[in-house]
Structure formats: structure tokens, C-alpha cells
């Protein structure tokens, strides 16, 4: 027998003990109420009448799925954005609830269902809003305060779900830095040459600095930065042979890569984890990342650099998203603030 509500001021209240432990105990809709009733929203009203498990009244007569719909959007005015995301996993098997306090950023938790598993929050998006990587920074911490996961939701146009797993990550390798002998290096264009051959090795060997060039070896921009940084190569000009000092060849880089400083940042703290880094060009990203030698493994990471405001549309980081994946790969966005740097993960997710 198909349950009935009564549509009592915005609230659906189901008054049959049976019908209120069908959905509160075994289906945890709604929130128990005194008189051992149960209180659902109109949300929640709408997808039990989508599914034809629910017949609601209001004075005495029927209401309809539209009907109930329109009541509904006017009382919540991102339904568009929400409902799908509902629907998918509640038919997904997810005990999926509405969250009240939507200041903190949250649409929907599913409460951890055994001792040792944790609560899972969700936020939901259109594919039309931008992705906001200092919004998901302030929603990591707070899932993370309340030892839950965070999970991301994108509902594009025509109502089809994406969904990421959205976390803070601390990336670790096993690569040991070496103090080379200090060497020359000539400057041209963007890039630098180092035609010692013995050293050419060691740097390549030892870290998998730059890429042979002859007997010697080409090492990118952010790569002569930092062995510049760290005393081990004096760079010079091609033509004049004038040593070059470091900010020098930061601003020729700048001209090159304006965001040369966020790279440098991250390639710099990278390397502090014991990470190997190369160029991430042909992945679309600025770096990509090696936990031990390249000779002994493929790439794990895909690393981005971005300042603590950085917004982008989710149709790109859907595709940055998408390409890691399928070259099993986790992408991470390199937030930096002042001196702080958090790695966000965003890896793709079936519910």
C-alpha cells in the first residue's frame, strides 16, 4: 500500500506508524516529529513522488508531481542544481540527506554507515559556475573538522552528474637531493645549456635534471632557477659572456612564462618532498611528478601551480581531470598562499 502525506505549511507529515518507519528507519527520509510522525521536506517530497512511492495532499486533495515541483523551487531557488544530484544517489542506493546549514557550502551528507567510515558531504555545481579553488580549500577544512570526505557533484545542461573526490594531499617521493660540484651554464632563449660532461650525467643521473643535449645537457627555466638558488651553477650570456645574476634570469623567464614565480614556488617545495619534476606540457598541467626514478616508473602526479584566488571553468578542470585519469595519473592544484602551499586533489569519482 503506497504511502500518504499531508502538506501542512511548506512540511510533508506522514502520520502512519507503518508508512513512517518505512521511510525514517529503513529509507532515513525526513526528521521524526512528536506524535511519532514524520516531517519531510518538500524535497524530499518531490523525488518520493518522482518515484511513485508517496501520494500527498493538502486540504483534502491531491497534488500532483507538478505542482509539487513548483512549490518547491519557490521555496528553493537552486532546485535546478540540487535535485538532480538527489535523485542520482538516493537511486544510487546513498541514504542522502539535506544539509540545513548552507553557509558552510554543503547540499547533501550520507552519515557513515559503520564504526571506522566517515561522513561524506556534498557540494553541488553547475557546469556554468566556476570552479573556486580558495571556496574548495574552506569546504576541505571543514569536512576535515567534522572527519568527514568531501565529495563534488557538476551537473552540466542536460542533467547528467559528474562527481569528484575532493581532498588535501601531502605528496611524498623518495628522491634524495645531492650537492653538485657548482658548473657554468650559457643562456639561450628558454632554456639553458651545460656542456660539462661529467656533471651533465651526475645532475641527470642523480635527479633527472634537464634532458642530453650532445655531451652535455639542456635544463629548463625553472630547473636553472633553482640550482641557481642553491649555489650550483653561475649562468652566462651566449654572445657576451657576462655572468647573469639570478633575478636577471628570473625576469628573462617572466618574459617567457609570466607565471614563472607560482612554478618556481612549487617545483622548489616539490623537490623539498623528494619528488622528481619534469615539464607537464604534453599533459596540459605545469609539472608532472615522480615519486622515484623515471627510469623505474611512470609519472604519479600531475601537478598545477595556482595563486589562492585562482577560478577557472569547470569544463577546463573537467578535461584536466579526465586526461589524468586516463593516463592513471592524480592531478593535484598547487595553491599557494604567501608561503603556504596546499596540494587539492580532484580525483574522478563513482558514487
Known amino acids: 500500500m503506497q504511502i500518504t502525506g499531508e502538506l501542512v505549511e511548506k512540511k510533508i ?47 483534502k486533495k491531491e497534488i500532483d508531481f507538478q505542482t509539487l515541483v513548483k512549490k518547491t523551487i519557490k521555496n528553493m531557488p537552486s532546485f535546478d542544481k540540487k535535485y538532480p544530484v538527489f535523485r542520482d544517489l538516493r537511486k544510487r542506493g546513498h541514504h542522502a540527506k539535506i544539509y540545513q546549514d548552507e553557509k558552510e557550502g554543503f547540499d547533501f551528507y550520507m552519515d557513515k554507515k559503520t564504526d571506522g567510515e566517515k561522513s561524506c558531504f556534498v557540494s553541488s555545481f553547475s557546469e556554468r559556475k566556476n570552479m573556486d579553488v580558495k571556496k574548495i580549500k574552506k569546504l576541505i577544512d571543514i569536512a576535515t573538522e567534522k572527519n568527514g570526505t568531501l565529495w563534488f557533484a557538476i551537473v552540466d545542461e542536460e542533467g547528467d552528474i559528474t562527481y569528484y573526490d575532493i581532498s588535501q594531499v601531502d605528496p611524498k617521493g623518495k628522491i634524495l637531493s645531492f650537492d653538485f660540484p657548482k658548473t657554468k651554464g650559457i643562456l639561450l632563449g628558454n632554456r639553458v645549456m651545460i656542456f660539462d660532461k661529467e656533471l651533465s650525467e651526475k645532475l641527470l643521473e642523480k635527479e633527472f635534471f634537464g634532458k642530453p643535449f650532445g655531451n652535455g645537457l639542456q635544463i629548463s627555466m625553472v630547473e636553472a632557477l ?36 607560482l612554478r618556481f614556488i612549487v617545483f622548489e617545495d616539490l623537490k623539498k618532498h623528494g619528488l622528481i619534476v619534469k615539464t607537464g606540457f604534453k599533459f596540459g598541467t605545469h609539472f608532472r611528478a615522480y615519486t622515484k626514478k623515471p627510469d623505474e616508473t611512470h609519472a604519479e602526479y600531475l601537478v598545477h601551480a595556482v595563486d589562492k584566488d585562482f577560478k577557472s571553468i569547470w569544463a577546463e578542470i573537467s578535461r584536466a581531470v579526465r586526461l589524468a585519469h586516463s593516463v592513471n595519473k592524480e592531478i593535484f592544484f598547487a595553491r599557494i598562499t604567501g608561503k603556504e602551499i596546499n596540494y587539492i586533489r580532484l580525483g574522478r569519482l563513482r558514487p
Do not use: C, T, W
Request: aromatic letters at 10%; hydrophobic letters at 40%; charged letters at 35%.
Open 13 to 59: 507529515i506522514v502520520k502512519k506508524p507503518k508508512d513512517v518507519g518505512r521511510l525514517y528507519n529503513k529509507s532515513y527520509f525526513g526528521e521524526a516529529i512528536s506524535g511519532n510522525k514524520l516531517q519531510l521536506s518538500l524535497f524530499e517530497g518531490v523525488f518520493l513522488l518522482d518515484e511513485n512511492k508517496i501520494r500527498i495532499f493538502e486540504n
Open 226 to 261: 633553482y640550482l641557481m638558488k642553491k649555489n650550483m651553477i653561475d649562468i652566462q650570456d651566449a654572445f657576451a659572456s657576462r655572468k647573469i645574476s639570478f633575478d636577471e634570469i628570473k625576469e628573462h623567464a617572466k618574459k617567457i612564462q609570466p607565471d614563472i614565480d
